[in-house]
């Protein structure tokens, strides 16, 4: 027995010298394929530049492939990434045009717009931007194909960029939307409950129905309603003594989706 733990305890400092090493080569190994893959990445986007650019769908899956090695085009202002391609101008551009429409629209919504509307007032706005003004020529329908292809996913990687500076803007999800929030007014999740609800009631919606459908006590209910109304998120409207209350900026992006949906229809 006494042999045995001998021989263990002179071979313990070997084998904690091995296992260093082999960890050191393991390492070495993987910064050096991350190194190689990172040479094929920019490879890959200088072959693909145009599309990277110019379609919106590209332009998100090369992101995707950007993620896993660290490497981030949209931060990167001198070099290869921001040079070449620009990405980091484009969506700060774009973020600071996102900025404009949610301080114009403020008054109105109480600080909170969908990601849809602010991509439909940029869209009617006729909004320029790098990529999409890069070709140059072409008719004015071909203009506003071009201006079309800033797509929601666009805005929301801008806003989720001037999001690390501590701007204070910031994306949330309602329902199946996503809202833009530019205000430091903290949402819980009663209020995103309720917006929810008035989402599924055409832009409103009423005590009775979030009681109704959320079982919540009336003080509950009156709680989370009366900031929204506070913030300006939310409107009263009382007819023959019935309260609706209407959440613009969802109702807005009804109307919104059905415009888009017309246009589509056009093209």
Same mark, same amino acid.
């Given at each position: 027995m006494r042999r045995g733990r001998v021989g263990v305890?002179?071979? !313990?400092?070997?084998?904690?010298?091995?296992?260093?090493?082999?960890? =050191?080569? #393991?390492?070495? #190994?993987?910064?050096?394929?991350?190194?190689?893959?990172?040479?094929?990445?920019?490879? %890959? +986007?200088?072959?693909?530049?145009?599309?990277?650019?110019?379609?919106? =769908?590209?332009?998100?899956?090369?992101?995707?492939? *950007?993620?896993?090695?660290?490497?981030?085009?949209?931060?990167?202002?001198?070099?290869?990434?921001?040079?070449?391609?620009?990405?980091?101008?484009?969506?700060?551009?774009? +973020?600071?045009?996102? =900025?404009? &429409? *949610?301080? =114009?629209?403020? #008054?109105?919504?109480?600080?909170?717009?969908?990601?849809?509307? &602010?991509?439909?007032?940029?869209?009617?706005?006729?909004?320029? %931007?790098? %990529?999409? #003004?890069?070709? !140059? !020529? !072409?008719?004015?329908?071909?203009?506003?194909?071009?201006?079309?292809? &800033?797509t929601k996913e666009d805005i929301i990687m801008a806003i989720s960029k001037v999001g690390k500076l501590g701007s204070g803007v910031r994306t949330l999800k309602v329902g199946e939307s996503t809202m833009i929030v530019s205000v430091p007014t903290e949402l819980d999740q009663d209020h995103m409950e309720i917006m929810a609800l008035a989402q599924e009631g055409g832009g409103k919606v009423t005590k009775e129905d979030v009681m109704d459908k959320t079982k919540w006590k009336r003080e509950r209910t009156k709680r989370a309603l009366d900031l929204l109304l506070s913030q300006g998120m939310a409107w009263l409207d009382l007819h023959r003594g019935k309260e609706t209350y209407w959440v613009p900026s969802i109702w807005k992006e009804g109307l919104d989706d059905t415009m888009e949906a017309g246009d589509d229809d056009d093209e």
């Open positions: 305890g002179r071979s !313990g400092p070997k084998f904690n010298k091995k296992a260093e090493e082999i960890k =050191a080569v #393991s390492i070495q #190994s993987a910064k050096d394929t991350v190194k190689k893959l990172e040479v094929k990445l920019a490879e %890959f +986007a200088k072959k693909h530049r145009k599309d990277i650019q110019k379609d919106p =769908a590209f332009r998100q899956k090369f992101l995707a492939m *950007c993620a896993p090695l660290g490497v981030d085009p949209l931060l990167s202002e001198k070099g290869f990434w921001g040079s070449w391609l620009g990405l980091g101008d484009f969506y700060y551009e774009l +973020a600071v045009k996102v =900025a404009e &429409v *949610c301080l =114009a629209s403020k #008054s109105r919504n109480g600080g909170i717009i969908s990601v849809q509307e &602010v991509k439909q007032i940029l869209r009617q706005r006729n909004t320029k %931007f790098k %990529f999409s #003004s890069s070709s !140059g !020529g !072409g008719t004015a329908k071909d203009q506003q194909h071009q201006l079309a292809k &800033v």
